[in-house]
Structures are given as C-alpha cells and as structure tokens.
C-alpha cells in the first residue's frame, strides 16, 4: 500500500474513559483523539491554523474532561492541601484559583495543576496528565489527618476567545460574567449544577465550566452551543500554537518528575519561599535553590519554513558533536509568524539571544533562546 494513503482507525476501547461530551464531540465532527489522564481527549476537528484564528477571533468550545479533579475535602483539608504544594494557601481566599505544583520529597514535578478553593476546607485539582488520586490517597494515608481524598463526578469543558464573555453573559449572567481572572463560582443552568472559574489553556479571555453532573453533559454541550451561535460558536481542540504563545507548559511534554521548579523558567515564582507551613519537597527545594540548577526549559524560535504539527518526538540540541538538551515543543505561530517552541538547556545557554544548534528531522539548524512568554507577559489579554 501506498504509504501516504494508508489511515489510522482508532477503536474507542472501555478501558478508556469518555466525557459526558464524547459523543457531542464526534457529532460536531472531531476527526481526531488523544489520550490524557486514561480519558479521550479531542485532537482535531479542522485545520489547526484554521482553529487558532477562531480562537483568536471568536469564541470556542474544548471538551476538556480530561482535566480529572482531585478533591480534597474533611477538618484537615487546607492543612493537607498545603503541605502538598509549595505554594502558601493562606493567600488564597475561598472562591479563588491559584496554579500550583505537587512535589514530591525531592522536589521533583508531580504535577502542575490549577487548584481551586471552594470552601474553607474543599478544594479541587484540576490536574494535567498524571496520577494524583493516587500520590494524595498515598500521602493521606500516612499522614495522620482527617481528610476524604476522591475523584468527583466533575467535568469540565472550556469557553474560550474573545467573545466568550458573550456567551457566558446568555447563559450566567452579569455576575459571572464579572469574576476576576483566576475566581471561581457556584451557577445553576436550570438545573444542570456547575462550577465556573476564569481560566483556560490559551491566554485569551475565557472561562472553564466544571458540570458536576456526568449525566448532564450532552444537555450543557448543547445549551453552551445555542448560546453561542450568535457569536460564531465553534468546537476546537486544545490549541498547541496558543498556549505555546502563552508560555504555558504541558506536563510529561515539557516537564515531569526529574524536573524541579528551579529548572523551568517561570515556576520558580510557584515556589513561596517565605511560606511557614512545612510542605512535601521543602527541604530539597531550598537545597536547591542555595546550589543552583545546570539546566533550565526555555524558550525558542526555530528558523524556517513553517512547521506542519507539533513535534512527535523531541529534537536533539547538539554542541561538538554530543547531544546537551532537547526541543521538547516547536510550532508554527501564525500571528507571530515564526516558529516557537520549548528547549532543555545547559544553564549556560538559557541567556536570551543565545544561539543554539538543533537537530531537526529535515538537518541540523542553528535556532536562538527566546524569553518566555512569546506574547503578552503581564497576561492583560486573559485578565481583560
């Protein structure tokens, strides 16, 4: 056969979890599926430039459903919540958001979740692709508070672009509509109980809406899209080139266990070094914090034409003729008109303006460390 007319069908096993939105996904045309957090995840629907100009110019919907929660509820919840994270939780209100780390005992990434405080002692984790549920039973159960560990029957999709507040305005009101950048809030869709926050994965304006009923998902798919289409509503799948703009990172991508927040740029400010509470990794974290790190992921422009999808594999950075890090994300932006992307480096190369060598499938090019984020650093698109 033909090598590039041959196809892929993917079979939708049960070993696998769906959303309350996968069939509605599949109605509206996703051609495509990933799997995250043991879940299916929407890959494509259209042409990924065509989605991120939607998104950048409309309004769009993510079944996001893979973004399990943890929820951490009892008398000892906040105790426990923040010993898991080197964040301070005394700096966050109930109703608010923070982006957190989980660490483990030697500082390593376990996850880089948004946390959510709904209560005084109820908190959700919204984590990226790794088992939480399980590192927080493991830490309960040896910890000698009084706290229930589960995962909810809490799904979340994501509203997103610039006329978002469009169609969440139709569907919630002038008072959700309002919550601050990073807040969150109780609603009611005539019935159909949810939690919104004012967050997302792209850096434009948007909201995320947790349904906290699996069984109403197809309903609140269909409500969120009739309230939409005045405004030019359409499904996308999470958009790579936005959120690589964004400088926002995609864990066991860009990062994971071996990682440490100090080697990543920007996390070090998740780490609060003034925080009293003792918390999972302390220790490690201030040892290396004194000692310093020998690698930092930065960011990168790639020269050439533009790249066709995501990488699928890392990209070597080579210098005198070894392997010294890798690309772990690169990608065409359209607005920017280049290609950016993600690197591990040698500390001593992580200096913006620094050039470096790739090993790119098509041959070695020379590419340049690029500060981070590649657009909007003071996020006054988001928090619009």
């Known amino acids: ?73 009892g008398p000892d919840a906040f105790d426990f919540t923040n010993m898991l994270t080197p964040r301070d939780l ?6 608010q958001g923070k982006y957190v780390l989980i660490t483990d005992e030697n500082g390593g990434i376990i996850n880089d979740p948004v946390l959510l405080r709904l209560d005084e002692n109820h908190f959700w984790l919204s984590v990226a692709d790794s088992d939480v549920l399980l590192w927080a039973k493991g830490v309960a159960l040896n910890a000698g508070m009084n706290v229930e560990i589960r995962e909810p029957d809490v799904w979340p999709m994501q509203v997103q672009g610039p006329k978002s507040k469009d169609v969440i305005r139709n569907l919630f009101g002038d008072e959700i509509v309002d919550l601050r950048y990073y807040w969150c809030a109780r609603a009611d869709l005539d019935g159909i109980p949810v939690v919104i926050s004012r967050t997302g994965w792209t850096g434009e304006v948007g909201y995320e809406i947790y349904l906290r009923d699996g069984s109403r998902g197809d309903e609140l798919w269909e409500r969120v899209m009739e309230a939409g289409r005045p405004h030019d509503i359409r499904p996308i799948a999470p958009c790579e080139a936005r959120r690589i703009e964004a400088g926002i990172f995609n864990y066991r991508s860009d990062m994971s266990l071996e990682n440490n927040p100090f080697e990543v740029w920007g996390l070090e400010r998740l780490v609060d070094l003034d925080k009293e509470a003792d918390y999972i990794g302390k220790a490690a974290l201030m040892r290396i914090r004194e000692k310093g790190v020998t690698r930092k992921l930065v960011g990168v422009e790639v020269p050439g034409e533009p790249l066709p999808v995501e ?17 772990t994300d690169a990608i065409w932006s359209p607005r920017l008109e280049r290609n950016i992307g993600y690197a591990w480096v040698p ?38």
């Open 90 to 95: 005394t700096k966050c209100a109930v109703g």
């Open 347 to 384: 500390i001593e190369l992580a200096e913006p303006g620094t050039r470096i060598r790739v090993e790119a499938p098509g041959g070695a090019m020379d590419a340049t460390v690029s500060s981070l984020p590649f657009l909007d650093p003071s996020k006054r698109i988001p928090a619009a």
């Open 311 to 327: 990488l699928t594999e890392p990209w070597p950075v080579v210098a005198d003729g070894r392997t010294i890090g890798r690309v």
């Open 1 to 73: 056969m033909d090598v590039e007319s041959a196809s892929t069908t993917l079979y939708f096993g049960p070993w696998y979890r769906k959303s309350p939105y996968f069939e509605a996904t599949r109605r509206y045309g996703c051609t495509a599926y990933d799997i995250y957090n043991h879940t299916y995840l929407p890959a494509y629907y259209d042409d990924p430039v065509t989605e991120y100009w939607h998104l950048l110019n409309h309004v769009t919907l993510w079944d996001v459903g893979v973004e399990r929660q943890v929820e951490i509820t």
